[in-house]
């Protein structure tokens, strides 16, 4: 059983492939989602017969995710394969994850996700890719998870 997960909400964007939820391969490109994600996939397709393909929802770079979204759910449709999905904090130890200039998204204890500025960039850690895929931590529910601040 070969699994994917992609980690598209920075740069470099990440994707491992797993064999029986154990990571075999790692792939770290750095670019535009639009521009690199279809690159790696194609290579993984051909490669690889795909079960499922796990992805990174949110937040995150709206753009990025939002091309992730598209262009993952076309392949799982496509080629049949199911689809999950979790939010970012779980690859980079619950740190801050960029958002818009020098504000930063932040994970509360109760999984509330809120907008701050960051004062201190030492705080934050790079998104790692499991060697081991907890698939209990992700869902079906794949849509993007943009956590927009309110406009005022």
Do not use: H, R
């Not at 795909?50 to 759910?73: E, H, Q, R, T, W």
């Amino acid at each position: 059983m070969i699994d994917i997960l992609v980690i598209p909400i920075s740069t470099p964007i990440l994707v491992g492939v797993y064999e029986n939820n154990k990571l075999i391969e790692t792939i770290k490109k750095d670019g535009k989602t639009s521009d690199i994600l279809p690159v790696i996939i194609e290579d993984i397709l051909n490669g690889y017969k795909l079960s499922s393909i796990y992805y990174v929802n949110g937040p995150g770079s709206y753009m990025a995710i939002k091309i992730a979204y598209i262009f993952l759910k076309s392949i799982t449709i496509t080629k049949d394969i199911d689809f999950f999905a979790t939010n970012g904090f779980k690859f980079n130890n619950n740190t801050p994850i960029k958002a818009l200039g020098k504000k930063y998204f932040f994970n509360s204890k109760d999984d509330k996700i809120t907008i701050k500025l960051l004062k201190d960039l030492n705080t934050i850690e790079d998104f790692e890719l499991p060697v081991d895929l907890d698939v209990t931590i992700f869902t079906k529910d794949c849509l993007p998870q943009y956590n927009l601040p309110a406009v005022y």
